[in-house]
Nanobody
């Protein structure tokens, strides 16, 4: 089964940037819509960025204009460039298909200090 491995998280000050990566063990991006999700402590997991197999992109209102999703089909990797980070962006970030039908990876923790 396809496995997802997220990386690139860390501790950053408000206003800073991070670039997250999600590597898949199989060629899934060309046939699936992919998304970045996040889950903060005590909150439900939410979809923050979506990239369809046809290239359409959508963002949650909370990250619109600050986050950019992209993918490299040849490398089976999807990225999330996060700029102008805010403390409320603090969460564990995951990638998965839309809807999330693959086993969830460990995620990568993003912590934004004020």
């Amino acid at each position: 089964q396809v496995q997802l491995v997220e990386s690139g998280g860390g501790l950053v000050q408000a206003g800073g940037s991070l670039r997250l990566s999600c590597a898949a063990s199989g060629s899934i991006f060309s046939i699936n819509s992919m998304g970045w999700y996040r889950q903060a402590p005590g909150k439900q997991r939410e979809l923050v960025a979506a990239l369809t197999r046809d290239g359409a992109i959508n963002y949650a209102d909370s990250v619109q204009g600050r986050f950019t999703i992209s993918r490299d089909n040849a490398k089976n990797t999807v990225f999330l460039q996060m700029n102008s980070l805010k403390p409320e962006d603090t969460a564990n970030y995951y990638c998965n298909t839309i809807p999330g039908k693959l086993p969830w990876g460990q995620g990568t923790q993003v912590t934004v200090s004020s």
